[in-house]
């Protein structure tokens, strides 16, 4: 795997062994798409992570420091992805909050995930995951580092013909993707789940809902989303992707998708020539 | 802080970036108190990783080769406790497991962490923490990276007169303190709470276990444990503390508090005189 890095700012490719983010997780990211020097969506990464440091008590980075950052590890990379991370830093032994915390800061860009162009137009399969989401009030929304769900539930599959799986949680609400929010076309309404007890709340998420102000986002479960018309997933990483088939359902990739997919490009992102 | 480490062997301080266990709390710890060069309830520690490591696929590694390098970090501390960390170590982008894992280990020595000799004596105060811990029997009893919710129970109080926070399920029902099991004696029965939906199944906990076979696994409600004879916290780190005062609640620390005691300074354990 090739990278490069800064770590608080600084060329290298190791993190002190005491931080809190390798110690408890104590932390949260951000996977930011650039094209070039511009990430398209990175003010609502930038909004996102604010708003998470401030549940966690981690004190906000530099905006400005970041993006000198992170267009310094992606500089000469036509498309890249930069993952910020940010810890609560080396700390005392123990949970206790550090009483001066200094923040660790990770910027690192990596090629795209390779996604297939037929992905873009013929849409992706997926299945239903086995494992549960768990509710967690306090956490959910946030993109931190306590992924171990998401690490389980990717692995309850190999076949490379599945693309993603269908994340539910303790009652069976479907939630969202193992790494991308879900939207459903059910009656004519855009649906999303509504991520208060689970789940991560995507910048590509904020992104649709933004566009689409008439999307509703609230339960839904998986019968309704069987008998939806249209199916996508949404991913800062990814740019929007139509669901093809879930299990043995199909679905025909719909208009709102195609108008999305429109809306991305116009953004700026061409990820569907990456494949 | 001061700490003596080797990973994966070798004299560092630092980690690889990219490594899992920071990227996605994708690994397990165990904290283990050492005498000199000899680690009483070694044996439960090595039993608990090798099960957890199972759990989450990561390959186990060689316990001898563990103690040895314990053993090593610790060397010339009458006291210490040697924190092991074994991660699923660097992986590709994404949640998918690496084809190959190279699992990393960390193995670093500590201090002690300063407890009142009197803690012992009379007792420890105890809070009721308002974060519930999440739902997920996949992860439950494993002692994984995954600890932000430890993190924001910690983070509730600042009251140095309190040492512990009692946690609670989505239900209300009793299952730890943040860094402790929990035991009290209800009717003259032992009890602690089940930890098969979440709650860390310490070592300390499974060596009371094994010490009173009469002992009772189970439900735990906040009214019952207000209601109990006797509580106390078993931790591999601290031993048995007896509990003095849950919020307005005082108990007086009973007789199974003491053989407890007296079955851990058997062991060979001397927490007492730390303070």
Not at 93 to 99: E, M, S, T
Not at 252 to 257: V, Y
Request: hydrophobic share 45%; net charge neutral.
């Amino acid at each position: 795997m090739m990278a490069r890095m800064l770590i608080n700012g600084v060329p290298t490719d190791q993190v002190p062994a005491l931080d809190r983010g390798l110690a408890y997780g104590d932390g949260l990211f951000e996977s930011i798409r650039f094209v070039a020097a511009v990430a398209p969506l990175w003010p609502r990464h930038m909004q996102r992570l604010g708003e998470s440091c401030g549940r966690l008590r981690i004190p906000v980075p530099d905006t400005e420091q970041l993006l000198c950052e992170a267009r310094e590890v992606a500089r000469d990379m036509p498309q890249s992805v930069v993952r910020i991370t940010v810890t609560r830093g080396i700390g005392e032994r123990g949970y206790a909050l550090p009483a001066s915390p200094q923040p660790m800061r990770l910027v690192a860009a990596f090629a795209p995930p390779p996604v297939a162009a037929e992905a873009y137009v013929q849409g992706v399969r997926l299945r239903v995951c086995a494992i549960r989401l768990a509710e967690q009030p306090l956490l959910a929304g946030l993109k931190h580092l306590n992924r171990l769900e998401q690490v389980l539930a990717r692995a309850e599959w190999d076949d490379p013909a599945i693309a993603e799986g269908v994340l539910c949680d303790s009652r069976g609400r479907v939630i969202s993707a193992t790494m991308a929010n879900l939207f459903a076309v059910i009656d004519g309404v855009l649906l999303t789940p509504s991520l208060d007890r689970c789940g991560v709340a995507g910048v590509g998420r904020a992104e649709v809902l933004a566009t689409c102000p008439q999307a509703q986002v609230g339960e839904l479960t998986l019968d309704a989303l069987l008998g939806a018309s249209e199916v996508f997933l949404s991913s800062s990483v990814r740019g929007i992707l139509p669901v093809h088939s879930l299990a043995e359902r199909r679905y025909a990739a719909g208009a709102l998708t195609r108008q999305l997919q429109q809306h991305w490009h116009n953004l700026g992102f061409s990820m569907e020539q990456d494949g």
